[in-house]
C-alpha cells in the first residue's frame, strides 16, 4: 500500500471527530421528532437504555475492528480472518458498510442543503431581498441541487486536507460552537411563553408506553443512526486511534456525548415547539399527535422565528447554522468511509480520491432531487432501515464469532491494562457474541 495514513493527534481530537460524527441531524432532527412522535419522556427513557446497552458494544466492536487493522473497514477486517470465507465474508461486511455511508451521504447532503438555505433566508428578508427569501424556503429542483453541491463542496474540501488537518481540526473548531449555540438557544427559549408547558412534556414519561414495539424499534434505529454504526465511519475512527489510547472509556465518552446532545435538543425543540402553540401555531396533527418530520423543522419553528420580531431573524439564523454544523461534522465522516477505502486499496492519491467520490456522491444526490418522490423516502429506508442494522449486526457477528478472545483482549488491553478484571470485560464479549446480533436481529425481523 505504502499509504502514509495519518491519525488522530490526540485524544480530544478523536472525541470531538467520533462525536462530531454521531452527532448531527440525527440527533438535533431525529431525536426529538421521534420523542415527539413516540410519547415524550418514554422514548427517551427506552432511547437512553437502548445507546447504552446495544449501540455502546456495537460501537466498542467497531472501534476494536480499525484500531487493530490500522486500515479501512474492508482490510481491517481482514486481517482479523483466517481463510478465504471469512475473507470473504468481511469484504461484504466491510465494503456494504462503504456503500451505507455513500447512500447515507447522498440523502443527508440533500437535508443539509435545506438547512443551509434556511439558514441565509433570514439574513436575505433583512437585507431586503423578499423574492430571493421566499425562493429558498419553497422546495424546489435548482435550489435543492444548488444547496446539496454547496454542501458536498464543504465537505469534500475537510476531508481533502485528511484527517489531522481536515477532520480533527474542522470537529475541534465546530464541535464546541455546535454545543454553545445550541445552549444559548435553549436558554432563549426557556424564557418564553409556554415552554414550561414543552418542558413537561418532554420529561413526563408515560410508562404505558415503554414496551411498544414500534416504539423499541424506532428507539434502536435512532441509537444505531445516532453513532453512525454499520458504516464503516466507526471502523475508520477507530484505525486512527493511537495504541496508547482506552478505547473502552473513549467509546463511552463520545455515546454519552452523543446521548447528552441528543436529549439537549429535545430540550429546545420540544419546548419551542409549545412556545409557537402560545403564539397560535398549530403544532398537534391531527390525530391528536405532535408534529413531526420536516413540518416540524420548515414549518412550526419558523413560524416561531417570524413572530419574535426582529430577534427572531438571528435566533432563525442561529438555529439553522447550528444544524448545518451538525451535519458537516457528521457528512466527513461518511466521506472518510468511502475514500479511505479506495486510497488504501487502489493506491490513489487522498485528493483526487475524495473529489472523484464526493463528486459521484453528488451525481446520486441530484438523481435523487430530480426524482424526489420516488427516490427519497427509498434511498433513506434502504440505508438506514435496512444496510445501517444488518451491517452492525454482521460487524458483532464478526467481532464475537471470527475473532479470537485472547486476540480481542489483547488489543483492548493496549491502553487499558487492567482491563480483563473490568465488568466491562466480564460482560461486553458475552453481549457482542449473543445479546446484541439477537437483539438487532429480533428488532429487525419485527420491523420487516
Ligand atoms: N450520526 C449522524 C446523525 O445522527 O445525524 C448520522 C450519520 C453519520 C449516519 C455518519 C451514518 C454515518 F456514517
Given at each position: 500500500?505504502?499509504?502514509?495514513?495519518?491519525?488522530?493527534?490526540?485524544?480530544?481530537?478523536?472525541?470531538?471527530a467520533?462525536?462530531?460524527?454521531?452527532?448531527?441531524?440525527?440527533?438535533?432532527?431525529?431525536?426529538?421528532?421521534?420523542?415527539?412522535?413516540?410519547?415524550?419522556a418514554?422514548?427517551?427513557?427506552?432511547y437512553?437504555?437502548?445507546a447504552?446497552?446495544?449501540?455502546?458494544?456495537?460501537?466498542?466492536?467497531?472501534?476494536?475492528?480499525?484500531?487493530?487493522?490500522?486500515?479501512?473497514?474492508?482490510?481491517?477486517?481482514?486481517?482479523m480472518s483466517?481463510?478465504?470465507?471469512?475473507?470473504?465474508?468481511?469484504?461484504?461486511?466491510?465494503?456494504?458498510?462503504?456503500?451505507?455511508?455513500?447512500?447515507?451521504?447522498s440523502?443527508?447532503?440533500?437535508?443539509?442543503?435545506?438547512?443551509?438555505?434556511?439558514?441565509?433566508?433570514?439574513i436575505s428578508?433583512l437585507?431586503?431581498?423578499?423574492?430571493?427569501?421566499s425562493w429558498?424556503?419553497?422546495q424546489?429542483?435548482?435550489?435543492?441541487?444548488?444547496?446539496?453541491?454547496?454542501?458536498?463542496?464543504?465537505?469534500?474540501?475537510?476531508?481533502?486536507?485528511?484527517?489531522?488537518q481536515?477532520?480533527?481540526?474542522?470537529?475541534?473548531?465546530?464541535?464546541p460552537?455546535?454545543?454553545?449555540?445550541?445552549?444559548?438557544?435553549?436558554?432563549?427559549?426557556?424564557?418564553?411563553?409556554?415552554?414550561?408547558?414543552?418542558?413537561?412534556?418532554?420529561?413526563?414519561?408515560?410508562?404505558?408506553?415503554?414496551?411498544?414495539?414500534?416504539?423499541?424499534?424506532?428507539a434502536?434505529?435512532?441509537?444505531?443512526?445516532?453513532l453512525s454504526?454499520g458504516?464503516?465511519?466507526?471502523?475508520?475512527?477507530g484505525?486512527?486511534?493511537?495504541?496508547?489510547?482506552?478505547?473502552?472509556?473513549?467509546?463511552?465518552?463520545?455515546?454519552?456525548?452523543?446521548?447528552?446532545?441528543a436529549?439537549?435538543?429535545?430540550?429546545?425543540?420540544?419546548?419551542?415547539?409549545?412556545?409557537?402553540?402560545?403564539?397560535?401555531?398549530?403544532?398537534?396533527?391531527e390525530?391528536?399527535s405532535?408534529?413531526?418530520?420536516?413540518?416540524?423543522?420548515?414549518?412550526?419553528?419558523?413560524?416561531?422565528?417570524?413572530?419574535m420580531?426582529?430577534?427572531?431573524?438571528?435566533?432563525?439564523?442561529?438555529f439553522?447554522?447550528?444544524?448545518?454544523?451538525?451535519?458537516?461534522t457528521?457528512?466527513?465522516?461518511?466521506?472518510e468511509?468511502?475514500v479511505?477505502?479506495?486510497?488504501?486499496?487502489?493506491?490513489?492519491?487522498?485528493?483526487?480520491?475524495?473529489?472523484?467520490?464526493?463528486?459521484?456522491?453528488?451525481l446520486?444526490?441530484?438523481?435523487?432531487?430530480?426524482?424526489?418522490?420516488?427516490?427519497?423516502?427509498?434511498?433513506?429506508?434502504?440505508?438506514?432501515?435496512?444496510?445501517?442494522?444488518?451491517?452492525?449486526?454482521?460487524?458483532?457477528?464478526?467481532?464475537?464469532?471470527?475473532?479470537?478472545?485472547?486476540?480481542?483482549l489483547?488489543?483492548?488491553?493496549?491502553?487499558?491494562?487492567?482491563?480483563?478484571?473490568s465488568?466491562?470485560?466480564?460482560?461486553?464479549?458475552?453481549?457482542?457474541?449473543?445479546?446484541?446480533?439477537?437483539?438487532?436481529g429480533l428488532?429487525?425481523?419485527?420491523?420487516?
Open positions: 500500500m505504502g499509504v502514509s495514513r495519518g491519525g488522530f493527534s490526540s485524544r480530544f481530537g478523536f472525541i470531538m467520533a462525536a462530531g460524527s454521531a452527532v448531527g441531524l440525527g440527533n438535533i432532527w431525529g431525536f426529538p421528532t421521534q420523542t415527539a412522535s413516540n410519547g415524550g418514554a422514548f427517551v427513557l427506552v437512553l437504555v437502548l447504552f446497552c446495544l449501540a455502546y458494544p456495537a460501537f466498542m466492536a467497531e472501534l476494536l475492528i480499525g484500531r487493530y487493522g490500522q486500515a479501512n473497514a474492508v482490510t481491517s477486517m481482514q486481517k483466517r481463510n478465504l470465507w471469512q475473507k470473504r465474508f468481511a469484504f461484504v461486511i466491510g465494503f456494504g458498510g462503504i456503500i451505507c455511508a455513500a447512500l447515507i451521504l440523502f443527508y447532503g440533500i437535508l443539509a442543503g435545506w438547512m443551509m438555505a434556511y439558514a441565509i433566508e433570514p428578508k437585507l431586503g431581498f423578499q423574492q430571493a427569501a429558498l424556503t419553497v424546489s429542483v435548482p435550489r435543492d441541487l444548488i444547496f446539496s453541491a454547496l454542501f458536498m463542496m464543504l465537505t469534500i474540501g475537510i476531508i481533502r486536507r485528511g484527517v489531522e481536515g477532520i480533527e481540526k474542522w470537529s475541534k473548531r465546530l464541535m460552537m455546535l454545543i454553545g449555540l445550541l445552549i444559548l438557544l435553549i436558554i432563549y427559549v426557556f424564557t418564553l411563553d409556554g415552554a414550561r408547558e414543552g418542558f413537561n412534556a418532554y420529561l413526563n414519561p408515560d410508562f404505558s408506553r415503554v414496551l411498544e414495539p414500534d416504539l423499541l424499534i424506532s434502536l434505529g435512532q441509537a444505531f443512526f445516532s454504526l458504516t464503516s465511519v466507526m471502523i475508520i475512527y484505525s486512527y486511534i493511537a495504541k496508547k489510547e482506552n478505547l473502552v472509556t473513549l467509546a463511552a465518552q463520545v455515546t454519552l456525548i452523543d446521548v447528552s446532545i436529549f439537549l435538543a429535545g430540550l429546545l425543540i420540544i419546548p419551542a415547539m409549545y412556545v409557537a402553540q402560545a403564539q397560535g401555531v398549530a403544532i398537534f396533527a390525530d391528536g405532535l408534529i413531526s418530520g420536516p413540518n416540524l423543522v420548515f414549518d412550526v419553528l419558523p413560524s416561531l422565528f417570524a413572530g420580531g426582529d430577534i427572531g431573524v438571528f435566533v432563525a439564523f442561529a439553522f447554522v447550528l444544524m448545518s454544523i451538525a451535519a458537516l457528521s457528512s466527513i465522516s461518511m466521506l468511509g468511502p479511505s477505502f479506495v486510497v488504501e486499496r487502489h493506491n490513489i492519491e487522498r485528493k483526487k480520491a475524495t473529489t472523484v467520490i464526493g463528486i459521484s456522491i453528488l446520486l444526490s441530484a438523481i435523487i432531487v430530480v426524482n424526489f418522490d420516488l427516490l427519497f423516502g427509498l434511498v433513506i429506508n434502504v440505508s438506514t432501515v435496512y444496510g445501517q442494522p444488518i451491517i452492525a449486526m454482521l460487524c458483532c457477528i464478526f467481532v464475537g464469532w471470527i475473532w479470537y478472545r485472547n486476540e480481542i489483547a488489543e483492548i488491553k493496549q491502553g487499558n491494562e487492567d482491563v480483563e478484571h465488568f466491562f470485560w466480564k460482560i461486553w464479549p458475552w453481549y457482542t457474541k449473543f445479546v446484541c446480533p439477537t437483539a438487532i428488532v429487525f425481523w419485527h420491523s420487516l
